[in-house]
């Protein structure tokens, strides 16, 4: 997971300064005013979107995997957690009753 994160911020970094670059040399429009910062940062966000969900489809597949199994091993734990519980009340009501 922590890979797929890291490449997203790689694209979206390389984006950043591809778009930064287009608009500083006046090929990309420039924001209204003080918005130039924030309109470069939202065109690299739209630019880096798609790349990313093209680019990283396999990343993204093997960390979905990994949340899965993460996932299916906790609720392991709980229902496990859960069984050793209902088996001690059984064992208390048992005992009250004697």
Not at 32 to 46: D, F, P, R
Not at 49 to 57: D, E, H, T
Request: glycine letters at 10%; a positive charge.
């Amino acid at each position: 997971m922590l890979r797929y994160t890291l490449m997203r911020l790689g694209i979206f970094a390389g984006c950043l300064v591809v778009v930064w670059g287009l608009v500083y040399s006046g090929i990309a429009p420039r924001g209204l005013g003080a918005s130039n910062g924030l309109w470069v940062v939202l065109l690299a966000l739209l630019v880096s979107a798609p790349i990313s969900f093209v680019v990283l489809r396999k990343e993204r597949d093997r960390a979905s995997v990994q949340v899965a199994r993460r996932v299916d091993r906790m609720k392991a734990n709980i229902e496990a957690n859960r069984s050793q519980e209902d088996g001690a009340d059984e064992t208390r009501v048992q005992g009250q009753v004697s």
